[in-house]
């Protein structure tokens, strides 16, 4: 089974400044991927950034960034340079093995960005 | 291009009532998934197909749920004999063959279900 913890329920960011959402998970599976996503109040999920758990390097999508810590099981997110546009709530999941399969989500953080 | 629609985008029903939720997926996109989203919670996965092989039912939460896929296109949820519980938001995404290993879903704007 897997299992995505996300422990902030609610962030407050200044506009501009970076921010760090965290994200856990537990697993079994060797081969998994990692995956963020943004809801914003319009509800439609907007994916944002993947990271495959055999990756060397750390996965970079313009001003996202995921800080993958394999050891640690932790995949957190990074944004740079925040946007009033990035307040929504943010949800990391993740899936087992390659191919299409289902996503385990975890609870979300929302983020306001405060002009 | 076109992306994941659904309709309708929302549904008010008495308790006891069946429902039907409709999922257009991308075109050529061959896996097809349902999620339930209850008010503030995260995404729970409900069920899953993929081109003509049998589909994945293990997140229905109960035999009120199923779901079709026609033509390895459109999709049917259909509840019935609807809770007050089931009242949640409804999300279909799609992904397309041969993303590997990246796979992202795409999904669709959700259709808010309201039982009474």
């Known amino acids: 089974a897997q299992k995505i913890t996300q422990t902030q329920p609610g962030m407050f960011v200044q506009e501009k400044e970076a921010v760090t959402l965290d994200c856990t998970y537990d697993t079994s599976d060797q081969s998994y991927g990692l995956f963020w996503y943004k809801q914003p109040s319009s509800g439609e999920m907007i994916f944002l950034i993947y990271q495959g758990s055999y990756d060397e390097q750390n996965a970079t999508e313009g001003r996202y960034s995921l800080n993958f810590q394999k050891a640690r099981k932790s995949a957190n997110l990074v944004i740079s340079a925040s946007q009033l546009g990035d307040s929504a709530m943010y949800f990391c999941a993740m899936r087992a093995n390659f191919g299409n399969e289902k996503l385990t989500f975890g609870t979300g953080t929302r983020l306001t960005i405060i002009p | 291009g076109a992306g994941v629609s659904q309709s309708p985008s929302n549904k008010v029903t008495e308790k006891g009532k069946d429902v039907e939720l409709r999922c257009d997926p991308i075109s050529g996109h061959t896996a097809l998934y349902w999620y339930r989203q209850s008010l503030g919670q995260g995404l729970e996965f409900l069920i899953y197909?993929?081109?003509?092989?049998?589909?994945?039912k293990s997140g229905l939460p109960s035999d009120r749920f199923s779901a079709e896929r026609t033509g390895g296109s459109v999709s049917t949820l259909t509840i019935q004999r609807t809770q007050q519980e089931d009242s949640a938001v409804y999300l279909c995404?799609?992904?397309?063959?041969?993303?590997?290993?990246?796979?992202?879903?795409?999904f669709g704007p959700g259709t808010r279900l309201t039982v009474l």
């Open positions: 197909f993929q081109g003509n092989s049998a589909p994945d």
């Open positions: 995404a799609s992904s397309p063959p041969g993303r590997y290993p990246h796979n992202e879903q795409f």
